[in-house]
């Protein structure tokens, strides 16, 4: 029942839109009625009056907890929606509106060029744009000044709602004397989901090293390939680079953590069990199948590749992964998982999201709405780890009490946007090969930002960036796909 019904066919879907005439009022009807059926915390939500809201978007926000994590974090931090039409095309293509330069946001207001997706049109993209560039300003506001109006304005140009939007960036480049002012066109970017494969000689042997962006349906036929080169090359370890991996499909996350662990350890085994709220304790209140977990998978799925292949295996003990901010949902599951099983996760670089949580995609009236309606544990029950993981000399959470997030072996690394990343030298991926050849005493966490915005920050004035969400992602099979 829609406000504005669509008519025709989705082109995605190849079935016809199941819209109706209604009213608002009917659209956050059906918002009430399916948070309080799935949402995980459907009992903490604060029931309001739902014809006291004049936009779906201002009721969807207040369907959720208001409680906080042990660190004083929203237990809710992924709550969002998507045009349907985005959605549809991002999760099954890789594509969205962007441009080739992807930023990462550092502590909420540092924004940088993190790198740049080989497969932008020209328009969107600065050929002489590269990583470690700095953001200064966006049409016109600078960051270091912005305040909670101006705020929007940066944000709607780092992150653009449609293709053909034009904005301006006064950047900085590494070692460059002054700033430069380009302006980049949004198109439809298609993702790279792994971006580097290489072997490092040590003195130990060969060492992979694999960049892994995103877990979306492209991502399984080229984490197959890049395995299968790793495999070919004879690698006795392997750097996972997971920093920017918001995560994606969980299918996909198994297919991982299986061909970095290989058969011995998995076969049979609990990659991930899924536990829905107290409603609905055996089935699966969305597909209605009794609720099964999700083992290691030891052939592909059929996301981007014909389903029921072998996957190659490198049968390894332990793996360092790199992590930030965004490492997120479904990569933050390799790392439990392989867990799970006994294997060793040394962790460098810095906490990660703290999303043990995931949902299903739903569309009503052309908006998707991304609602928890899950968590996930590993093959040992353990799961819970809402303030993500942390190296374990990473800094205490701002109250002092307690680690930042579940502490594993490994270094506290800032990001390090003065080296491409796969440069041995890279500050992460050097840190991950000093503690590979037997160097486990870290190096110095990262402390404090320098310049007049980490000033802002430190007395509380700075505003904070949004980031893309997608890269918060944990997502069960889609309807598109059979089992």
């Known amino acids: 029942m829609c406000q504005t019904p ?37 009992d903490e939500i604060v029931d309001q009056d739902p014809s006291l809201f004049t936009s779906t978007a201002d009721y969807f926000a207040v369907l959720k907890t208001t409680a906080t994590t042990a660190s004083g974090s929203p237990k809710d931090k992924f709550h969002f929606t998507y045009t349907t039409a985005q ?51 966006v049409d016109g506001v600078e960051l270091a000044t912005a305040t909670q109006t101006s705020v929007a304005t940066i944000n709607a140009g780092l992150f653009p709602a449609t293709v053909g939007e034009s904005h301006s960036f006064q950047v900085q480049d590494l070692n460059a004397s002054n700033p430069r002012t380009i302006t980049l066109v949004s198109a439809s970017v298609t993702a790279t989901p792994v971006m580097a494969t290489q072997a490092l000689p040590t003195a130990s042997g060969a060492v992979g090293y694999l960049l892994f962006n995103d877990q979306l349906a492209t991502s399984e036929s080229a984490m197959v390939s890049a395995i299968t080169r ?25 297919e991982v953590a299986y061909m970095i662990a290989g058969a011995g350890p998995t076969s049979g085994v609990t990659f991930e ?4 709220n107290k409603k609905h304790p055996t089935v699966d209140p969305v597909t209605l199948k009794t609720i099964t977990p999700v083992l290691f998978h030891n052939t592909t799925q059929g996301f981007s590749t014909t389903a029921g292949l072998p996957l190659p295996t490198l049968n390894l003990k332990q793996v360092f992964v790199l992590t930030g901010a965004d490492t997120c949902s479904a990569s933050e599951a390799i790392i439990n998982g392989l867990l799970g099983v006994g294997v060793k996760v040394v962790q460098i670089g810095s906490t990660t999201c703290g999303k ?10 052309g908006t998707t709405y991304f ?30 009490s307690v680690p930042v997030g579940v502490t594993l072996p490994g270094c506290s690394v800032a990001d390090d946007f003065s080296h491409a990343l796969g440069d041995p030298n890279e500050g992460r991926l050097a840190a991950a090969l000093a503690y590979q050849a037997g160097n486990t005493s870290c190096p110095m966490p990262a402390t404090g930002l320098a310049g007049p915005l980490a000033a802002r920050m430190r007395a509380g004035n700075a505003v904070r960036l949004a980031t893309s969400p997608p890269h918060a ?3 069960l099979r889609p309807a598109w796909m059979s089992r």
């Not at 669509?6 to 209604?22: E, S």
């Open 230 to 254: 790793l495999q070919s090359l004879g690698v006795t370890d392997l750097v996972l680079d997971i920093r920017y991996n918001g995560g994606g499909y969980l299918d996909i996350a198994s």
């Open 6 to 42: 669509r008519t025709g066919i989705d082109p995605f879907t190849n079935v016809a839109y199941p819209d109706k005439a209604g009213k608002l009022l009917d659209e956050n009807n059906w918002l009430r009625s399916w948070s309080n059926d799935l949402y995980l915390w459907y």
């Open 87 to 137: 959605w549809e095309s991002l999760s099954q293509s890789g594509v969205q509106a962007g441009y080739g330069p992807q930023w990462a946001i550092v502590d909420g207001s540092l924004v940088y060029v993190s790198f740049i997706e080989p497969l932008a049109p020209a328009g969107a993209n600065d050929p002489s744009l590269a990583r470690g560039a700095q953001v200064l300003a």
């Open 371 to 400: 609602s928890i309606e899950f968590q996930g544990v590993n093959a040992q029950g353990v799961g819970g780890y809402s303030d993500g993981f942390s190296p374990q000399n990473e800094s205490l959470s701002t109250n002092g």
């Open 356 to 365: 043990p949580y995931g949902f299903y995609p739903q569309d009503n009236c």
């Open 273 to 276: 069990e899924t536990e829905f």
């Open 473 to 475: 992602l944990r997502l």
